[in-house]
């Protein structure tokens, strides 16, 4: 960790989210002066963490931070890991690197400055409030071997989070996370490298844990995230066991195709048997939505039939 971080780290350590901190007592604990406390706490705001300053009380979060315990998380992951504050994406330092990286390895970050979503769109990621890690995975044979990667993947976050005891989730086809019907987490693969023997993909994947405020206002759907559960899962914990949980599934995968995972999605599918729209810019088809195949193909009966749909830039909406 470099001395810009390692200071910012310590002032975030002095503050909480039910309490006011006197900047006085963060200086002295740290031997700072006033004039550093402040400077520090304004790029803490820029890097999207809400901070309260009143003055003669102090400084209070607006919400609670979930940092990674770093020796924790490596000495806990089966595979490398590679942990930063702060990067500009982990899909794009996996992307960068993967002519180094074996299957598992995993990158995770507290913040990324240039956060990618599927269709190119921004993903917000503010300072150590939610999970953004990238993980690595090298499949036999070509692209077609990875049909229904994103499937898996879902089915392997929306399992883990059950195991901590998270009730209300739910599947969106073909990357989507739900808790009570609004937006948890998204994933993202993208290819590394192709050829007709071996596939190397980056399997990125974001999941909110404590959302502010002011960040939630800048999502333009409906988001939900974990702060608001009885318990809310340890950060250093819920990431080694879904590594653990997506390594075991990818394998599974890789041996047994999609199929064995079906009942896994069903459990969790939220639109099945509802009447949905597809988007597919210009276009658009409407019919109802029953489910997936073994391909990993949304399922559309439509007036004209039923259809299937696999890839491309497809998005699912509810039609009601």
Same mark, same amino acid.
């Given at each position: ?102 299957? &598992? /390895? #995993?990158?995770? $970050?507290?913040?990324? !400055?240039?956060?990618? =979503? ?5 993903? %917000? +990621? ?14 036999? &044979? /070509? #692209?077609?071997? $990875?049909?229904?990667? !994103?499937?898996?993947? =879902? ?5 883990? %989070? +059950? ?158």
């Amino acid at each position: 960790m470099n001395e810009h971080w390692s200071r910012k780290r310590q002032i975030l350590a002095c503050l909480h989210h039910d309490r006011f901190v006197s900047g006085e007592v963060i200086a002295q604990s740290l031997s700072l002066s006033r004039a550093a406390i402040n400077q520090h706490i304004d790029a803490l705001k820029d890097y999207g963490i809400e901070i309260y300053s009143v003055k003669g009380r102090g400084y209070k979060l607006a919400k609670p931070l979930s940092l990674v315990n770093e020796s924790h998380l490596v000495n806990g992951v089966d595979g490398r890991c590679f942990y930063f504050d702060e990067t500009t994406s982990t899909n794009a330092f996996m992307l960068g690197h993967a002519a180094e990286l074996k299957s &598992g /390895d #995993i990158c995770i $970050a507290e913040y990324q !400055s240039a956060g990618r =979503g599927r269709r190119g769109r921004q993903w %917000l +990621s503010p300072y150590g409030h939610h999970i953004y890690a990238s993980m690595f995975w090298r499949l036999n &044979g /070509d #692209i077609s071997q $990875a049909s229904g990667l !994103s499937l898996v993947i =879902g089915c392997s976050i929306a399992k883990t %989070l +059950s195991n901590f005891g998270v009730q209300g989730l739910g599947l969106k086809w073909p990357n989507d996370i739900y808790l009570d019907h609004k937006k948890l987490a998204g994933i993202l693969v993208e290819i590394s490298h192709c050829t007709d023997q071996q596939t190397e993909l980056v399997l990125g994947f974001g999941i909110n844990m404590s959302m502010s405020a002011e960040q939630g206002e800048l999502i333009d759907q409906p988001w939900s995230d974990l702060s608001s559960l009885m318990s809310m899962p340890d950060k250093t914990e819920l990431l080694i066991k879904l590594h653990k949980t997506l390594k075991a599934d990818l394998q599974l995968f890789e041996q047994k195709g999609l199929e064995v995972f079906l009942d896994r999605w069903n459990e969790f599918d939220l639109f099945v048997n509802r009447d949905v729209t597809l988007l597919m810019a210009p276009n658009s088809v409407s019919g109802i939505y029953r489910g997936i195949d073994e391909q990993g193909a949304l399922i559309l009966e439509t007036e004209q039939g039923v259809k299937r749909y696999l890839g491309g830039e497809i998005s699912l909406r509810s039609a009601l």
